[in-house]
């Protein structure tokens, strides 16, 4: 369904995605996870043909066989909502303070589907249902600020999925919840993901979230994806020394199993330093410098993808991680 | 200093220039301002009169340096009255807290529902038209302000970790206010400060073209833009300079107060 | 509701607070009330006849509420100039003076709107540069020096326009056309103000989350500012709109002189010059009342745009 070959941002000159390519397939529910600047958040927008126009795009978007990288405006707006939709971190200020919670919904649907107000209002009702909020007859006519964080989100999600879009991208949409209500939002996301075959593309900093929602994850650094394969694979036996550092510095409650709530985590304490600037990040592997086994080639030399095992893992590093021995 | 905001070097070349020929004008002037020759009236510039002459034979760059005097005279009196009455009430309200801020605030926001001009204009046609008259009414209408501004930053002055520990130590209200509190708020009150010398330059200008500032034979740009509308069809080049000058002050306050502002608060500018 | 018994009950005690700053500045503060009228020059015995006349030898505080009695049964008192009631001189006046004033504000506020979103949708390109550099030499422009060149301009050298006076009102097109660069001046300087808060608002609520949310629903540009943006952005803009048209109403006193207009501000001008007290007295009551209560009304505005308002929190 999206095709998505070498697409490069850059500011500047500076490239804050780096050649990435990846499918995102029917129904799949694909992570993207990373540090704040990481590149990911932009790669999102990117796949709504929203990048920031200061951004310079090249590569290659194909949805459906339409190639969409340099498309116009005007047909971005007709796959907005309809093809693609996407929910956002701050659930308050991601919805319309002045507009009813059915306006909200509906808004969509009347531009695209040119629903009269009627259905329209009709459809935002079931939506809400399908959404998991209790009375949506009244909760239409309510505004934003009446509802609780976890509604307004389940309500941004609502009014995303008011098109039937075939992909849903979700950009940390649990960060600003607290714990409990976070995880009922991820289990929402994937049950919709699954009732209504659309693919999911969750974007987050936190490894728990990713693997209770995904089945396959892209880990990305500096604009590069450094790593990807099946999330619970990826989990277990990290190839890239990124990722490896990734999954140490979060917060180990229980060796085994993973918490099943999405809270935020704290900052990496197991990799030294900081993510650099955009201006700053080295030539060859983004991730020199901070690299506990980097080599003298590494700043350099950009790495090839290795293709791992069967095929379905990848990581972008001169001398990968051994597998590490896990029980089946 | 590296990178300080272009509006603060054009609003200080404009308040430069104005200022300097107010200056001037109290040791020099081309000409002597009250001296009316009609035989020389309309005038075109020449080597004798530079600017030329109006419908009196007066010298129009003398009366617009005079103006100048008279204009920033007011400004500075008036808000420097207001201002610092303003602030001394708006640091009393944010020191004491509780019912003297309630009031104190009260007051200003009721100050407030007066427009500026027509509160000018009735203390001008209640105590008669006067220079001292129009400083006074300037200098009221900028009261509220100072306090709201002094007042809103001086509590949160108030709220900061050094001065609990001070008060802590049990100095006083006057000294914390004194050591703490001014320094803190000296910065932005400059900066309301500077914008409302342009408000207050503007309603002096209303004031002088409805005869109700400075009175005659003194010069002011206001009243000679009144006398000059009245020769449009006969001199409309003496509706020109003072215009000029009034917009070139005002702008040049304005465009001072901005920079300035953007130099307190450099987040601000980054901002944009 | 509480919110706006609040509001009402703050508009009475401001317009009870002002009457009591006009009176006390026009009666009580400059002395005798009987000089202010007959000036410096008057023997005293004019002046103790007068002050009998005028039931000047009543304590201050019954005739304060004499005068306010009289108010509210509009009943401005009688003018010294022109021996008719006060009210009778400021209906006749009003009706120039309320089109001058309303047409300004209407095409203030539409003028200042379009501007600002034009600024702001062409943020830092030559569209926006060049609004904000005429903006920010409107608001230094004193608009009876941009009457005078209007006048300069549309009347003196083209001679399109009147350069002043009013027809009355028996030639609608007459009269319209001597109230065009009125309005101009008074528009063109109070928009710049608003249309700086207008621009500043709009950029603020753009970079805002619900916009993104908006244009990610596939919304077009021109709705996402017209549908979301904007209403959003005018909230900070309504309280500065009320101050403007604070300084438009005021200003139509000076543009009223300026263009020989015989409306209130021109009445004013007159009274003042005439020492008639009583008609200032009511004058001045009247802008400053006209200001509290446009600025009371905008403030209702609030409750139409925002629901966060309707439920009582101020």
Not at chain 1, 147 to 163: F, K, M
Not at chain 3, 9 to 16: E, H, N, P, R, S
Not at chain 3, 100 to 116: E, H, M, V
Request: glycine fraction near 8%; proline fraction near 6%.
């Amino acid at each position: 369904m999206y095709k998505i070959r070498n697409l490069s941002l850059s500011f500047d000159g500076h490239e804050a995605v780096r050649s990435a390519s990846f499918d995102i397939p029917r129904g799949a529910r694909l992570g993207l996870v990373g540090e704040s600047g990481c590149g990911k958040s932009i790669t999102a927008l990117a796949l709504l043909g929203m990048a920031p126009a200061s951004a310079r795009v090249s590569g290659s978007i194909e949805i459906d066989g339409q190639e969409m990288a340099a498309a116009p405006e005007r047909l971005w707006r007709s796959y907005r909502a309809r093809k693609v939709a996407m929910v956002f971190q701050e659930p308050l200020s991601a919805l319309n303070p002045l507009k009813r919670v059915g306006d909200i919904i509906a808004e969509p649907m009347r531009l695209h589907l040119r629903l009269d107000r009627r259905a329209a209002r009709a459809r935002a009702r079931d939506l809400l249902v399908e959404v998991g909020i209790p009375d949506p007859e009244a909760r239409l006519d309510q505004y934003p600020h009446q509802l609780s964080g976890g509604q307004r989100q389940r309500v941004l999600i609502a009014a995303a999925l008011s098109c039937d879009p075939q992909l849903l991208v979700a950009d940390e949409p649990t960060t600003a919840l607290d714990a409990h209500v976070a995880g009922r939002i991820l289990d929402l996301l994937k049950r919709l993901s699954e009732t209504r075959d659309m693919a999911l593309v969750f974007i987050s900093h936190d490894l728990e979230a990713v693997a209770r929602v995904t089945e396959e994850m892209l880990v990305m650094y500096g604009g590069d994806i450094v790593e990807r394969g099946p999330t619970a694979q990826l989990l277990a036996d990290p190839r890239h020394p990124y990722t490896k550092g990734l999954i140490e510095a979060r917060p180990r409650l229980d060796a085994l199993t993973l918490r099943a709530d999405g809270a935020p985590r704290p900052r990496l304490a197991s990799i030294p330093g900081s993510v650099p600037a955009l201006a700053d990040l080295p030539k060859g592997c983004r991730f020199a410098g901070r690299c506990p086994i980097e080599r003298p080639a590494c700043a350099g030399l950009r790495p090839a993808v290795s293709v791992l095992g069967p095929g379905q893992r990848q990581v972008r590093c001169l001398a990968p991680l051994l597998p590490a021995k896990v029980p089946a | 200093m590296r990178n300080l905001p272009v509006s603060l070097w054009i609003g200080g070349a404009l308040v430069g220039v104005i200022a300097l020929a107010a200056l001037v004008s109290l040791v020099w002037t081309p000409q002597d301002f009250a001296t009316v020759a009609v035989s020389e009236r309309f005038q075109p510039p020449s080597a004798r009169y530079w600017l030329g002459t109006d419908q009196l034979g007066r010298d129009v760059l003398t009366q617009l340096m005079v103006g100048a005097r008279n204009s920033l005279t007011i400004a500075l009196v008036a808000v420097g009255l207001g201002g610092a009455l303003g602030t001394a009430l708006g640091l009393l309200a944010g020191a004491k807290g509780g019912w003297t801020e309630e009031i104190v605030l009260r007051l200003a926001d009721f100050s407030f529902a007066f427009p500026a001009l027509l509160f000018a204009i009735m203390l001008a046609a209640a105590f008669g038209p006067s220079f001292a008259n129009a400083v006074v009414a300037i200098a009221f209408i900028n009261i509220p302000v100072f306090v709201r501004v002094s007042c809103a930053s001086a509590r949160q002055v108030w709220q900061r970790d050094y001065v609990l520990a001070a008060r802590a130590s049990a100095r006083g209200g006057l000294a914390i206010t004194r050591d703490h509190v001014l320094p803190n708020i000296a910065a932005i009150v400059i900066v309301q400060a500077t914008i409302d010398f342009a408000g207050a330059i503007l309603i002096e200008a209303a004031l002088s073209y409805l005869g109700l500032g400075v009175q005659p034979p003194e010069p002011s740009w206001g009243r000679m833009l009144s006398e000059a509308q009245t020769l449009l069809f006969l001199a409309p080049q003496l509706t020109v300079l003072p215009g000029l000058c009034i917009v070139a002050t005002v702008l040049g306050f304005n465009l001072l107060g901005d920079g300035l502002r953007d130099l307190a608060d450099p987040r601000r500018e980054k901002a944009r | 509701m509480p919110f706006l018994l609040r509001r009402l009950a703050g508009l009475v005690a401001t317009l009870t607070g002002i009457s009591l700053v006009v009176f006390a500045v026009m009666n009580v503060l400059p002395g005798d009330p009987a000089l202010t009228i007959l000036g410096l020059d008057s023997t005293e015995d004019a002046r103790a006849a007068l002050s009998a006349q005028l039931g000047l030898d009543q304590p201050v505080w019954a005739r304060y509420l004499d005068w306010l009695g009289g108010i509210l049964q509009s009943d401005f008192g009688t003018s010294y100039a022109y021996r008719v009631p006060v009210t009778e001189l400021i209906l006749e006046r009003l009706p120039l003076t309320l089109t001058l004033g309303l047409l300004a504000s209407i095409l203030t506020i539409a003028l200042a709107t379009a501007l600002g979103v034009f600024a702001a949708a062409r943020h830092g390109k030559a569209g926006d540069w060049v609004t904000m550099i005429l903006s920010q030499l409107g608001i230094a422009i004193p608009a009876f020096w941009l009457s005078i060149l209007l006048v300069l301009l549309f009347a003196v050298t083209l001679r399109v326009l009147p350069s002043g006076g009013f027809p009355g009102w028996a030639e609608p097109l007459e009269a319209l056309k001597s109230l065009v660069l009125p309005v101009t001046a008074l528009v063109l300087v109070q928009a710049s103000v608003l249309a700086r808060v207008t621009r500043a608002s709009v950029l603020e609520v753009a970079k805002l989350d619900y916009a993104r949310t908006a244009r990610a629903l596939g919304l077009s540009p021109r709705r996402v500012m017209w549908g979301h943006v904007l209403p959003n952005a005018l909230v900070p803009m309504v309280t500065v709109a009320g101050m403007q048209l604070a300084g438009l109403i005021t200003g139509t006193i000076v543009i009223e002189n300026v263009f020989f207009l015989p409306g209130l501000g021109r009445l004013m001008f007159q009274a003042i010059n005439n020492r008639d007290l009583y008609t200032v007295q009511a004058l001045v009551l009247l802008f400053a009342s006209i200001v509290v209560i446009v600025n009371f009304l905008v403030d209702m505005i609030y409750l139409l745009i925002d629901p966060r308002l309707r439920e009582g929190r101020s």
